[in-house]
């Protein structure tokens, strides 16, 4: 492996933060994956991300990160990846002049815009780093609502009927709402974590939600209403894919919005969803399809809907998904016996194998 020392535990940059809505999830995620990356092999890197976008190499302690108080004089030095594909370091830019850290492996715990969408990925592939995680492509397509509906489509899986507008075509959104029928989903069609998506009921929610969603994004997908509830997969791996035990979210009432997506206020999830062992092949085939279909590699989150009838529908693919200890994708991979530990060892090492 480029750049790596006989004996020199396996430096592992993992950015954390980022300008972008998700930027409080992402804080809690990389303080998860810090705390149970295993320390006889490898060595954390932290580079944090601030709301604005500047850079830093954290060297405090990891709890800061969890407070959101990482960011200080004490604690950070400015830091930069350099591109060409045999630098596989951090630069750092201190009083003193420029240092360097050496960096065997890229792992991006960064959600939303600027870090799931496929900039950061590119910066990291420049670099010549191997990336634990999506390539530019895949995290690109799966961050658009909109081209991961139409490829999904394509592969053969059902997707809601969907319409996208932009801003000034409010009227034709109307229009398909009263041919679709309420209630009808809103959302940014590049965003995460449920932000800027609204459950409309009616004509006077929709106006109101089409606005919120434009606080998001340029583009504005609305969706039909699926009936039923929703499953996930967790999908690991290249060629060979391994797929953790589906979930299900069991919801009181509305949708699984941000609130209750890291609060579980009135909604649960259970491991493994309470369906049928044919049923469970069936959703996990599709996830596998979908995957593919994308181009996702090393992890992702597969999002479904799973009908009364029985049907899998397609909601979304999360590239970079949660990954506290109690997120659902380590959660579905702890049930199909991938502890944490064991999860981020795969995932590190088949980035390095990529690499390779």
């Given amino acids: 492996m480029k750049g790596l020392v006989e004996n020199r535990k396996i430096a592992v940059a993992v950015f954390f933060g980022g300008a972008s809505s998700e930027y409080g999830v992402s804080l809690e995620s990389a303080y998860s994956v810090i705390c149970h990356l295993d320390r006889e092999k490898y060595e954390p890197v932290p580079v ?15 709890e800061k990160i969890r407070e959101d108080a990482w960011h200080n004089p004490q604690d950070c030095v400015p830091a930069l990846l350099p ?6 370091k951090l ?25 799931e969408d496929g900039t950061i990925q590119g910066l990291i592939g420049l670099s010549g780093i191997p990336l634990a995680g999506c390539g530019v492509l895949s995290s690109a397509l799966c961050m658009d609502k909109d081209r991961a509906h139409k490829l999904a489509g394509l592969s053969g899986v059902r997707v809601p009927e969907a319409f996208v507008i932009r801003r000034g075509e409010e ?13 009808i989903y809103v959302k940014p069609v590049k965003a995460g974590s ?3 998506v609204t459950r409309a009921v009616g004509e006077e929610e929709l106006s109101g939600a089409i606005k919120l969603a434009f606080g998001y994004d340029d583009e504005v997908i609305l969706e039909e209403n699926i009936e039923g509830f929703e499953v996930g997969c967790a999908v690991l791996g290249r060629r060979e894919l391994v797929v953790g035990e589906v979930d299900e979210i069991e919801l009181a009432g509305g949708f699984f919005d941000f609130t209750e997506k890291y609060t579980l206020k009135t909604s649960a999830i259970h ?3 309470r369906i049928s062992e044919e049923t469970a092949r069936k959703v996990k085939e599709t996830a596998r399809t979908i995957y593919r279909a994308l181009g996702c590699e090393c992890f992702a989150r597969v999002d479904l809907f799973l009908t009364p009838k029985g049907e899998v529908v397609f909601n979304e693919v999360n ?5 506290t200890a109690h997120s659902r994708y380590p959660g579905m991979m702890r049930a199909a016996g991938y502890p944490f530990e064991r999860l981020l060892d795969t995932i590190i090492r088949q980035a390095m194998e990529r690499e390779a």
């Fill in 48 to 62: 944090g991300i601030t709301r604005e976008g500047n850079w830093f190499f954290f060297r405090g302690d990891v």
């Fill in 271 to 273: 491991v493994p969803a």
């Fill in 91 to 115: 630069l750092l830019i201190g009083k003193e002049g420029i240092g360097e850290i050496p960096v065997d492996v890229a792992f991006p715990v960064l959600h939303g815009r600027n870090g």
């Fill in 194 to 196: 449920s932000y800027g």
């Fill in 83 to 88: 591109p060409g594909k045999d630098s596989h």
């Fill in 171 to 183: 009227a034709a959104a109307f229009a398909f709402a009263r041919r679709t029928g309420y209630p």
């Fill in 319 to 323: 590239t970079i998904p949660g990954f």
